[in-house]
């Protein structure tokens, strides 16, 4: 990674114009002993081993999901998606580094895990939104949440998340505090029929990332679902963003980056991490 880049996203950092956008990529970081699923592949291993799927969509996450949804219940994939991520992970270097972060205004984290959750726990004046399920929360796309889990009244939704400095946005969901999940076809497709005018997104967090850049760790783009919401996120943002992405990029990922101005960072995780961390122990020594 050049100097120069790593230099440019310390800059953002330290202003306040860099949102941390979290894939489930970000999980490998905690080792081979992390107890909940890092990926959509083990997740789909887990749904279709509690329930019998057709075998062409038995690796597909969002037609897995479905057809369970629709032969067996709603309640079926709940309960299958809680246990999955349940068990209690902690957090690992780089949710500790960015949760010390003094200037953190937005956090997007696109997995289903409660980490980044436990690592802000002693931040002060922070809280969560999260998106839910039309088959659970009819005419609902999110949830607000105070950082204790405490659920905030809709009427208040608007002005409770103006007094939070930090937000962090779940927009697929979280196993906590309300057990939301958006994971089957049918979850997606009412969320897609209006994301490109934004109306699943919330209002403060499309007014947070105004004029701000994006890091994207723990992601890939390699399917429409990836790279729609990525984009959609982010739109009306600055005009400059980074990934974190050793694989070699599909030829769809390659012109996501080009189209959007997404610097690709060559490099491990890991390494990446290690490197911005100790960076930025160095210039507070």
Not at 14 to 26: A, D, K, S
Not at 127 to 144: C, D, I, N, Q
């Amino acid at each position: 990674m050049a100097t120069e880049t790593l230099a440019d996203i310390h800059k953002a950092l330290n202003e306040g114009r860099l949102i941390p956008y979290l894939g489930p990529g970000v999980l490998t970081l905690s080792g081979e002993a992390c107890a909940v699923p890092t990926g959509p592949d083990v997740l789909v291993d887990k749904l279709t081993a509690k329930a019998s799927v057709p075998h062409k969509i038995r690796k597909n996450l969002t037609a897995a999901a479905q057809f369970i949804e629709n032969f067996k219940h709603r309640k079926t994939i709940s309960t299958v998606m809680t246990a999955a991520f349940e068990p209690v992970v902690a957090p690992n270097e780089l949710h500790r580094f960015l949760a010390t972060c003094p200037k953190l205004p937005l956090v997007v984290h696109a997995w289903y895990d409660d980490v980044m959750q436990q690592a802000l726990k002693d931040r002060q004046n922070w809280g969560m939104v999260h998106a839910v399920s039309h088959a659970e929360h009819l005419a609902t796309w999110v949830h607000y949440f105070n950082a204790d889990g405490s659920k905030v009244a809709q009427e208040d939704e608007l002005a409770t998340a103006e007094k939070w400095a930090t937000v962090l946005y779940e927009p697929i969901g979280s196993v906590r505090p309300g057990r939301n999940y958006l994971v089957s076809d049918s979850d997606y497709v009412e969320v897609l029929t209006e994301i490109d005018i934004q109306t699943p997104i919330p209002d403060k967090v499309k007014e947070i990332r105004t004029g701000r850049n994006f890091l994207y760790l723990g992601c890939r783009f390699s399917t429409q679902l990836e790279r729609i919401f990525a984009w959609q996120i982010a739109k009306r943002s600055s005009d400059k963003h980074w990934a974190v992405l050793p694989e070699t990029p599909t030829k769809n990922e390659r012109r996501f980056l080009e189209r959007y101005n997404v610097e690709r960072i060559d490099m491990p995780l890991a390494d990446f991490v290690a490197e911005f961390t100790s960076q930025k122990e160095a210039a507070l020594a």
